[in-house]
C-alpha cells in the first residue's frame, strides 16, 4: 500500500524553526517528482514548493524562499521541509504529495499533477 505520512508539525513562536518529515511506504520516492503543499486558515492549499527526480528543487511561493528548504533522503524515503524564521502567515495545515507517473517528468506546481496525498500536518505560529 502507497503512504505518505507527515510529522514535525506543531506550535511555536515566531521566529521559531520545525522541520517536517513525510515517510513513504510502498513507493520510492527517489523516483518521482515530490511536492510540499500547505492551505492555511480559510485559503485555498498552495503550493510550497517541488523537488524533481534529479533532484532540482524549486519554491513556488515568494514568501518561502530563503526560509524554507526542501531535502530527500533517499535511503530513507523520506522528504523534508525545514522552515526557519516561522511567522504567523506560516500557520497552516503541510501536506506532502507525489506526481502521478505521467507527471513525474514535468513536475509541475500543479496540485491536480499530485496523486498520492499524505493527510498533513498541523504548523501554528503564534505568541
Known amino acids: 500500500q502507497v503512504q505518505l505520512v507527515e510529522s514535525g508539525g506543531g506550535s511555536v513562536q515566531p521566529g521559531g524553526s520545525l522541520r517536517l518529515s513525510c515517510a513513504a511506504s510502498?513507493?520510492?520516492?527517489?523516483?518521482?517528482?515530490m511536492g510540499w503543499f500547505r492551505q492555511a486558515p480559510g485559503k485555498e492549499r498552495e503550493g510550497v514548493a517541488r523537488i524533481y527526480r534529479g533532484g532540482g528543487i524549486l519554491y513556488d511561493a515568494d514568501s518561502v524562499k530563503g526560509r524554507f528548504t526542501v531535502s530527500r533522503d533517499n535511503a530513507k524515503n523520506t522528504l523534508y521541509l525545514q522552515i526557519n524564521s516561522l511567522s504567523p502567515e506560516d500557520t497552516a495545515v503541510y501536506y506532502c504529495a507525489a506526481a502521478s507517473p505521467s507527471r513525474r517528468y514535468t513536475c509541475r506546481g500543479i496540485q491536480s499533477d499530485f496523486a498520492i496525498w499524505g493527510r498533513g500536518t498541523q504548523v501554528t505560529v503564534s505568541s
Open positions: 510502498g513507493y520510492n520516492i527517489s523516483s518521482d517528482c
